[in-house]
């Protein structure tokens, strides 16, 4: 839902309201990034990219949107890998599982 209120405004407004479980602000965030592994560079990933990628791939994971946004990474962020197999000498994952 939009409104024209400033966010905590908006929130204090509704919180006490029975029909209100939660609520939280919306928070937009940007920033610059790019991959730099040579195989996503190159175009062989295509799972990785999304609609608004070049190659563009509406079934992608939207990786480059997430990673254009500068969602790039944490220590604090852990990922759960669940496949076939998992090449774990590979040098992006090496030590880190």
């Known amino acids: 839902m939009k409104t024209p209120l400033k966010a905590l405004e908006a929130i204090s407004k509704v919180k006490g309201l029975d029909e209100v479980q939660f609520a939280e602000p919306n928070y937009v965030y940007t920033y610059g990034s790019t991959s730099s592994d040579p195989y996503y560079t190159n175009g062989s990933l295509w799972g990785m990219y999304g609609d608004a990628t070049s190659p563009a791939n509406v079934y992608g994971s939207q990786a480059g949107e997430a990673w254009a946004k500068g969602h790039t990474g944490s220590a604090?962020?852990?990922?759960?890998?669940?496949?076939?197999?998992?090449?774990?000498?590979h040098p992006d994952l090496s030590g880190q599982i």
């Open 76 to 89: 604090s962020v852990a990922v759960g890998v669940i496949d076939e197999g998992i090449q774990y000498t």
